[in-house]
């Protein structure tokens, strides 16, 4: 297969409705959708094997152009085609709507698992087709079918595979079968008619004239089930509209109010997307094996929850508004662990999963031959020690939005959390970056362990009823001191006096802008300034930040990493170099696709996205350096944070800058 029949990764967008996901592309071809679970096998997984992975599209037959956009405020998604007889809309929904006892919060509805795809004529009169090419258990199970009668013209199709089914309802014309996929674009199925690869389909024509309107539907249940009833047109617009209305509410209340609100709004619906709506947990991407280095191997499964990124992620949203999804992640995280911090692991399932082996698929030629395609994360089993830091750090910022809810369980378990932050800060670990090279002493792994000890002690001295002893407060003090004496010791390079990757190591790491970010050192601390000026001049290509140099255990290389450039703007606002801040937060935004979407990395050579896609870090990224722009400019003028959220955040870090 020609590598170049793949879209680029932007040419996707993402749709949600907290129990399943797809991708879809500029010519509204779903390429990737995994109903009822996140971490579900595909049913469509073209993404990863255009010859054999399946996919399900709804275009013209003639030559088109296209626009596309989210309807404003939503993950709503509208493909607009223009060709030569006429304009023709398809809207792509997940319907969603808001259960009543959990506002924000997506319910379970009859029928759900359903992607409702609305064709609408604007203009003139132009010939469609459904193209519809299933695939179960990533491309392993192949698609059976048989026809279920219909109504009014329209034809309904199930096809099923291994425990799976979808019913397919379209009034586009009779859905006839087809060998292999109808890629126009792609010379190489010309020759693959007879090729047992290919996956079989079906395919149906119609004209769709100015003022008509049909609604496509894809359900998805259990091979045993019944077919789902039909839904009339009425009920099709109303759940659409329900599905508008929902996301525009809960964006509405975002409490960001400054000038890069647009991009803040849409990086919390892609968060919000991420949440599996059943447990409150957070995967870090929707997909897996999307590449770091086109035809590369570090292609990983990120369709899992990171403790790490979770946390930060629902941080961010309980700070701009969405309190309940943090509570919520809570619930779930003490429920994963039975509450116990000495089972904490560095990834989960999203329904607390905690073995999560590494399978290589090697029937999949990966996206753009970029193998092994892998399910499941070998992560799972690795110790890293930042965890408990950042865990800590986002309980102690919901806890202090919620008004010090301060439950006996979570008393117990940031508790256990701490003294596994004292009794192991002194080991080795992966970090961070999760190498395969073998454990280290990461200095960012020790500043989260002293963030955690940090945040902990602040705590306590909120509910200084739930202290176990007398001597608790004083010891934790102690060894966040101890601490970070050992960081200021062997963290820092003795000749460029800036903060490294390793302990008594001299390489750079962007995770040493945390240092600054965090309130480990001030912003007229000599050491922001070598620190910044370090990742400036090792680890940025035209102005996109590299995460480290140097070997971890994998062949090849990989792009500059969004949230490090993040990082970078946030630092460069600290340190009150204002205008470099917005430069870098502006070059990031306009690496992002036409609907504001990023991928983990960008390749600064080749202007072009790379890694799973929409990357959750990435968008938390965006919307820490708004904030984080927005305080540094209000700071001397009055106004004040745009959230209290930010107020704290901003107080904490001068705090820690303040803490002897």
Same mark, same amino acid.
């Given at each position: 297969m020609n590598a170049d029949q793949y879209p680029a990764i932007s040419d996707y967008a993402f749709l949600s409705d907290g129990h399943s996901l797809a991708l879809i592309g500029r010519d509204a071809s779903v390429e990737w959708a995994c109903f009822h679970r996140y971490d579900a096998a595909p049913v469509f997984a073209r993404l990863l094997d255009r010859r054999k992975g399946g996919y399900f599209r709804i275009a013209p037959t003639s030559p088109f152009e296209t626009t596309r956009r989210y309807l404003p405020d939503t993950n709503v998604l509208e493909t607009t085609f223009r060709t030569a007889d006429g304009v023709v809309t398809v809207t792509d929904c997940l319907p969603v709507h808001e259960d009543p006892a959990h506002p924000g919060r997506p319910a379970r509805r009859s029928p759900g698992h359903v992607l409702q795809r609305h064709v609408r004529g604007v203009s003139g009169a132009v010939e469609m087709a459904v193209e519809f090419f299933p695939t179960f258990d990533f491309a392993r199970s192949p698609a059976a079918f048989s026809r279920v009668e219909g109504a009014g013209g329209t034809s309904v199709l199930r096809a099923y595979g291994g425990t799976e089914a979808l019913v397919l309802r379209s009034a586009l014309g009779s859905l006839e079968p087809a060998p292999v996929p109808?890629?126009?674009?792609?010379?190489?199925?010309?020759?693959? $008619?007879?090729?047992?690869?290919?996956?079989?389909?079906?395919?149906?024509?119609?004209?769709?004239?100015?003022?008509?309107?049909?609604?496509?539907?894809?359900?998805?249940?259990?091979?045993?089930?019944?077919?789902?009833?039909?839904?009339?047109?009425?009920?099709?617009?109303?759940?659409?509209?329900?599905?508008?209305?929902?996301?525009?509410?809960?964006?509405?209340?975002?409490?960001?109010?400054?000038?890069?609100?647009?991009?803040?709004?849409?990086?919390?619906?892609?968060?919000?997307?991420?949440?599996?709506?059943?447990?409150?947990?957070?995967?870090?991407?929707?997909?897996?094996?999307?590449?770091?280095?086109?035809?590369?191997?570090?292609?990983?499964?990120?369709?899992?929850?990171?403790?790490?990124? $979770?946390?930060?992620?629902?941080?961010?949203?309980?700070?701009?508004?969405?309190?309940?999804?943090?509570?919520?992640?809570?619930?779930?995280?003490?429920?994963?662990?039975?509450?116990?911090?000495?089972?904490?692991?560095?990834?989960?399932?999203?329904?607390?999963?905690?073995?999560?082996?590494?399978?290589?698929?090697?029937?999949?030629?990966?996206?753009?031959?970029?193998?092994?395609?892998?399910?499941?994360?070998?992560?799972?089993?690795?110790?890293?020690?930042?965890?408990?830091?950042?865990?800590?750090?986002?309980?102690?910022?919901?806890?202090?939005?919620?008004?010090?809810?301060?439950?006996?369980?979570?008393?117990?378990?940031?508790?256990?959390?701490?003294?596994?932050?004292?009794?192991?800060?002194?080991?080795?670990?992966?970090?961070?970056?999760?190498?395969?090279?073998?454990?280290?002493?990461?200095?960012?792994?020790?500043?989260?362990?002293?963030?955690?000890?940090?945040?902990?002690?602040?705590?306590?001295?909120?509910?200084?009823?739930?202290?176990?002893?007398?001597?608790?407060?004083?010891?934790?003090?102690?060894?966040?001191?101890?601490?970070?004496?050992?960081?200021?010791?062997?963290?820092?390079?003795?000749?460029?006096?800036?903060?490294?990757?390793?302990?008594?190591?001299?390489?750079?790491?962007?995770?040493?802008?945390?240092?600054?970010?965090?309130?480990?050192?001030?912003?007229?601390?000599?050491?922001?300034?070598?620190?910044?000026?370090?990742?400036?001049?090792?680890?940025?290509r035209d102005g996109h930040v590299y995460r480290y140099h140097g070997g971890d255990g994998l062949k090849g290389g990989e792009g500059s990493f969004v949230l490090c450039t993040l990082w970078l703007a946030s630092a460069l606002a600290y340190v009150g170099r204002m205008e470099e801040a917005e430069q870098r937060l502006g070059l990031v935004l306009g690496c992002a696709n036409d609907l504001g979407l990023l991928a983990e990395e960008y390749d600064p050579l080749t202007r072009s996205q790379l890694g799973n896609f929409p990357q959750g870090f990435s968008h938390l990224g965006v919307i820490a350096t708004a904030y984080v722009i927005e305080v540094a400019k209000r700071q001397g003028e009055g106004p004040g944070p745009s959230s209290v959220a930010e107020d704290y955040i901003d107080k904490l870090a001068r705090a820690r800058r303040a803490t002897p």
């Open positions: 109808a890629d126009t674009d792609d010379a190489d199925y010309a020759d693959d $008619a007879d090729d047992a690869d290919a996956c079989p389909g079906h395919v149906s024509r119609a004209v769709v004239t100015a003022g008509s309107e049909s609604v496509v539907t894809l359900v998805r249940t259990g091979a045993g089930d019944p077919v789902p009833r039909p839904l009339s047109l009425r009920e099709l617009d109303d759940r659409l509209a329900e599905t508008v209305t929902y996301w525009r509410e809960w964006a509405g209340r975002c409490t960001y109010r400054g000038p890069y609100r647009d991009a803040v709004v849409r990086s919390l619906l892609v968060l919000k997307g991420l949440i599996y709506a059943e447990t409150g947990a957070i995967v870090a991407a929707p997909t897996t094996s999307l590449p770091e280095e086109i035809g590369g191997e570090r292609n990983w499964d990120y369709r899992y929850t990171w403790l790490r990124d $979770a946390a930060a992620m629902l941080a961010a949203l309980a700070g701009s508004g969405y309190p309940d999804e943090a509570r919520h992640f809570c619930d779930w995280l003490i429920g994963a662990t039975s509450g116990d911090a000495k089972e904490l692991r560095v990834l989960y399932g999203i329904a607390g999963e905690r073995e999560l082996d590494e399978v290589c698929l090697d029937h999949l030629e990966g996206y753009r031959g970029s193998r092994p395609v892998r399910v499941g994360n070998g992560a799972w089993e690795q110790f890293q020690l930042d965890v408990y830091g950042e865990l800590l750090a986002a309980l102690d910022l919901a806890m202090h939005l919620r008004g010090g809810d301060y439950r006996p369980e979570r008393a117990v378990f940031v508790h256990d959390v701490v003294e596994l932050a004292v009794a192991r800060w002194r080991e080795a670990d992966e970090g961070i970056w999760e190498v395969r090279s073998g454990r280290r002493h990461y200095v960012f792994s020790k500043l989260m362990a002293w963030i955690g000890l940090d945040s902990a002690i602040r705590i306590l001295d909120r509910h200084p009823d739930e202290v176990r002893g007398p001597e608790l407060r004083k010891r934790w003090v102690r060894e966040r001191e101890e601490i970070r004496a050992e960081i200021e010791r062997r963290g820092v390079d003795p000749e460029t006096g800036a903060f490294v990757q390793a302990f008594d190591s001299s390489a750079p790491d962007a995770t040493a802008l945390q240092a600054i970010l965090r309130g480990f050192v001030a912003p007229d601390d000599p050491r922001a300034a070598a620190t910044i000026d370090l990742i400036e001049t090792e680890l940025t």
